[in-house]
Every structure is written in structure tokens, then in C-alpha cells.
């Protein structure tokens, strides 16, 4: 069965400081991982995926995200937190090798930047 | 926990038809969103509204319409249907509660044009 965990309910960190949202996944087939942010009043919106190649994924508004497979994680990060990305975020995981295709949400982390 | 449905589940069409999809909740959420999503690939939002009388385009350009004449009905209109647009259709509506945004989403809308 597939599963998505995301262990931190909220991530506080001082604007210009660097940010990691963390994300671990259970997947029997091959995994494919995805990164959604939901800002207030816009629903959710993709960041970035992976389904195959680099481990390191770049993604919209400078969002990165690196596939460990071995820890099979897939943490997301920014170099420089903006107050502007004070939003909700959701790690998802697709079984790749599954016909079905269905996507599993964690259950979300609030991402608060203070100036 | 909110109601919301999406008709029909599936839909097989040939190219060129008129297709509505249909979107209603009962929970009287003022913000609905359309997303559109190939099989185990990412959601793109395609539409949302804000309330009665607002539509607005998402961040994936798409060709269908929406509107939004009752607080509970969003439906999605595609004038010509063509291959391309061969997809899973997913609606959601949100409510703020605990300073927290929370999306529900209808089981989804599986078009396949011929």
C-alpha cells in the first residue's frame, strides 16, 4: 500500500534562511513524487516532481526537492526562505508500475516565514 | 465533512462533441476548483472561483470553461472535445477552519475522447 508521511506539522524559519519541508513515502512499485503548495484562497498548486532520472529536482519559485531512495525520502528545500512562502505544503506519491495511477497526499506542513 | 460529486464518473465521447462535467457541493463553500490529472501524475489547476459570479484561470492553460452561477455548482464545459483533452477531471471545494484551508475532492471525472 502506498503512504506518504510528513512528520512536521509546522516549519518556522527567519526569512533568508535556508528551509526543508520533510517528506517520507511508502510505495510498493516505482515512485513517483510530487510536491504541491496551497496558498490561501488558491487552492493547490504543483512545485515540482519526480518520476525518473536526477535526484535533485528543481521546481517553481525556487523550490527544490532531492529523491533519496535509500531513506526513501523526498524532502523539499529552498536556499532562502521568503515571507511570501508562508503557505501549506503537501508531499504526494503515485505508484508508477500501477495502471491506476492514484495519487496519496500527506497530511500537509505549515511553512511559516517570519521577516 | 463535506459532500461533493462529480457526474458522470467516466465518460467516453467522440471528437468534436460538447461535454459538461458536472460539480456540486452541499456544504455551501464559497471556493471550488477544477483540476485536471493524467493517470499517477500531478494535479494542475485549471480553474477555480471564489464565489457566485467569479471564475478564474489556473496555472495549466486549458481550453474548457467554467462558471459559477450558484454557490454550490461549478461545471466545466469543454465546447469541442478532442483528443488531447483525454483526462481525469477532479473538482474540490475548500473551507477555512482552525486557521487552516482544507480542500475536499469529488471522486473525479475519467474522459476519454475518441
Known amino acids: 500500500a502506498q503512504s506518504v508521511a510528513q512528520p512536521e506539522d509546522q516549519v518556522n524559519v527567519a526569512e533568508g534562511n535556508p528551509l526543508t519541508v520533510k517528506c517520507t513515502y511508502s510505495?510498493?512499485?516505482?515512485?513517483?513524487l510530487f510536491w504541491y503548495v496551497q496558498y490561501p484562497n488558491r487552492g493547490l498548486q504543483f512545485l515540482l516532481k519526480?518520476?525518473?532520472?536526477?535526484?535533485l529536482v528543481k521546481g517553481s519559485y525556487g523550490f527544490e526537492a532531492e529523491f533519496n531512495k535509500s531513506q526513501t525520502s523526498f524532502h523539499l528545500k529552498k536556499p532562502s526562505a521568503l515571507v511570501s512562502d508562508s503557505a501549506l505544503y503537501f508531499c504526494?506519491?503515485?505508484?508508477?508500475?500501477?495502471?491506476?495511477?492514484?495519487?496519496?497526499f500527506g497530511q500537509g506542513t505549515t511553512l511559516q516565514v517570519k521577516p | 465533512e463535506a459532500d461533493i460529486y462529480q457526474t458522470p464518473r467516466y465518460l467516453v465521447i467522440g471528437t468534436g462533441k460538447k461535454i459538461t462535467l458536472e460539480c456540486s457541493q452541499t456544504?455551501?463553500?464559497?471556493?471550488m476548483y477544477w483540476y485536471q490529472q493524467d493517470p499517477g501524475m500531478e494535479l494542475h489547476l485549471i480553474h477555480y472561483?471564489?464565489?457566485?459570479?467569479s471564475t478564474e484561470k489556473g496555472d495549466l492553460s486549458s481550453e474548457s470553461t467554467v462558471s459559477r452561477i450558484r454557490t454550490e455548482h461549478f461545471p466545466l464545459t469543454l465546447e469541442s472535445a478532442r483528443p488531447s483533452h483525454t483526462s481525469q477531471y477532479l473538482c474540490?471545494?475548500?473551507?477555512w477552519g482552525g486557521g487552516i484551508e482544507k480542500l475536499f475532492f469529488g471522486s473525479g471525472t475519467q474522459l476519454s475522447v475518441l
Open positions: 519526480y518520476i525518473t532520472g536526477d535526484n
Open positions: 472561483s471564489y464565489g457566485v459570479n
Open positions: 456544504m455551501g463553500h464559497d471556493k
Open positions: 474540490a471545494s475548500s473551507v
Open positions: 504526494a506519491v503515485s505508484d508508477g508500475s500501477s495502471n491506476t495511477g492514484k495519487l496519496i
Open positions: 510505495v510498493s512499485g516505482n515512485p513517483y
